[in-house]
């Protein structure tokens, strides 16, 4: 590996540190993973199980001279070439296949978790070891629905551990009743600016005391990302105009507490949330029980009204 001056490097640029582990080094992930580096994350840790095809060729960071490679090692291998300063590996592997103390052991060496892939049922793994091991992840895709065109919505779902946001599984049915997302779908361009988003809610969320964290709000968990091509109609209510655009979405609780995280729409606003934005971590109270409503004061005080109506009537009748 070169050496690079350090100094100089980081001259005209704020260095954001920290470890990020990305399940998936398909586009989205690929172009993440770039731009995690150059922002100044290291180590990178990089998981895939496929290798480069040619139809992957007008959508990936790696060229005709990776076709045949495992994704993730190439990938690795070219940021190390590209920019020595990133500590990148690369494993070609099916996440859902590691065994689960090395699934839980990359997570738990990680600061931000990014599941990238194109697998729901890879997603919701990794949204269940991030849990567990209280690791904040997060999750970047792409709207498909046949009433819009391929990567023209981005979503970038972030989730912290403890119950204090709605987790990916949490979003499930809130996700149902809009679109559909894949990891790996569209142009270049669109999935380029969604890799990029993404990057800034990754450092925002391994920085919450930084500047950048400001482009998260804990009680929108979502960010819906619009590209420059018109807007179809299917998503016009969403973004009326065309061009460029992005919106923050509150992700609900469920009714009825997830199976994944236990988590439910009261936790959000416990004394936890407001602990952890100071840096705390690990502790996580349970919502205190309100006070009973108005309904029932009126309901005992009517009680006792028509008790002592009849204990007035029965007293003048002896």
């Excluded at 006070?291 to 029932?296: G, I, L, T």
Aim: proline share 8%; aromatic share 6%; with cysteine.
């Amino acid at each position: 590996m070169t050496e690079l001056p350090e100094d100089r490097v980081w001259a005209r640029h704020r260095r954001r540190t920290g470890s990020v582990l990305i399940v998936g080094a398909g586009a989205v992930g690929g172009f993440l993973a770039e731009e995690l580096a150059r922002i100044g994350f290291s180590p990178l840790r990089l998981i895939d199980p496929d290798t480069l095809e040619v139809e992957n060729l007008v959508r990936h960071p790696l060229g005709a001279g990776a076709l045949g490679r495992p994704k993730a090692p190439a990938l690795a291998e070219k940021i190390r070439r590209d920019f020595p300063p990133c500590d990148s590996t690369g494993l070609r592997a099916d996440f859902l296949a590691l065994p689960a103390d090395r699934q839980r052991m990359l997570v738990g060496d990680a600061d931000v978790v990014v599941a990238a892939t194109d697998s729901a049922a890879c997603q919701r793994h990794v949204n269940r070891v991030a849990l567990s091991v209280g690791r904040p992840a997060v999750y970047p895709a792409l709207w498909v629905d046949p009433r819009i065109r391929d990567a023209e919505v981005g979503e970038i779902l972030w989730v912290l551990p403890g119950r204090r946001t709605p987790c990916y599984e949490c979003a499930a049915a809130f996700r149902r009743a809009a679109s559909d997302t894949e990891a790996a779908r569209g142009a270049r361009v669109d999935i380029q600016l969604v890799s990029l988003v993404t990057a800034h809610v990754v450092a925002a969320l391994a920085h919450p005391g930084d500047d950048v964290s400001a482009i998260l709000d804990r009680g929108r968990t979502a960010i819906y990302l619009h590209g420059f091509t018109p807007t179809s109609v299917g998503v016009r209510p969403v973004f009326p105009t065309s061009g460029l655009s992005s919106r923050s979405v509150r992700v609900p609780f469920p009714v009825r507490p997830c199976a994944a995280c236990r988590g439910w729409r009261y936790v959000a606003t416990s004394e936890a949330s407001v602990a952890d934005e100071a840096g705390e971590r690990g502790r996580v109270e349970r919502p205190r029980p309100g006070r009973p409503s108005a309904v029932v004061f009126a309901a005992l005080l009517l009680i006792t009204m028509v008790l002592f109506i009849v204990a007035v009537a029965e007293g003048s009748h002896t």
